[in-house]
């Protein structure tokens, strides 16, 4: 069973940064291409951004392009969103995801941010934006 873990959310005001983590135990991580998807409380789940299995390729939601940033290590099998100039309507549970797709080339931008084309989830971690 694949294993991911969040960490890296809290409590921040309007306008700070913050940066999530997610490491995997599974061993062909560098295989796939990984994603951050997010759920604010009485919504559906949000694609965020994916990044390919090397790290060449990313692509963002509408929402947070310009200010979300996805990179991975796979030496560190993990992958991190950095998140700039945050606000309230950010806050939600963020959750990564492991890809059935390695790279993005080819692959529509409807399929990339559909969740039926993720594999596995991690369990998430919260992310509040409030003065």
């Known amino acids: 069973q694949v294993q991911l873990a969040e960490s890296g959310g809290g409590l921040v005001q309007p306008g700070d940064s913050l940066r999530l983590s997610c490491a995997t135990s599974?061993?062909?991580?560098?295989?796939?291409?990984m994603a951050w998807f997010r759920q604010a409380p009485g919504k559906g789940r949000e694609f965020v951004a994916v990044?390919?299995?090397?790290?060449?390729?990313?692509f963002y939601g509408d929402s947070v392009k310009g200010r979300f940033t996805i990179t991975r290590d796979n030496a560190r099998n993990s992958i991190y969103l950095q998140m700039n100039s945050l606000k309230p309507e950010d806050s939600a549970s963020y959750y990564c995801?492991?890809?059935?797709?390695?790279?993005?080339?080819?692959?529509?931008?409807?399929?990339?941010?559909?969740?039926?084309?993720?594999?596995?989830w991690g369990q998430g971690t919260q992310v509040t934006v409030s003065s």
């Open positions: 599974r061993r062909t991580f560098a295989t796939y291409a």
């Open positions: 995801a492991e890809s059935r797709y390695r790279d993005l080339w080819g692959v529509t931008a409807r399929a990339l941010g559909a969740q039926n084309e993720y594999d596995a």
């Open positions: 990044i390919s299995w090397n790290g060449g390729s990313t």
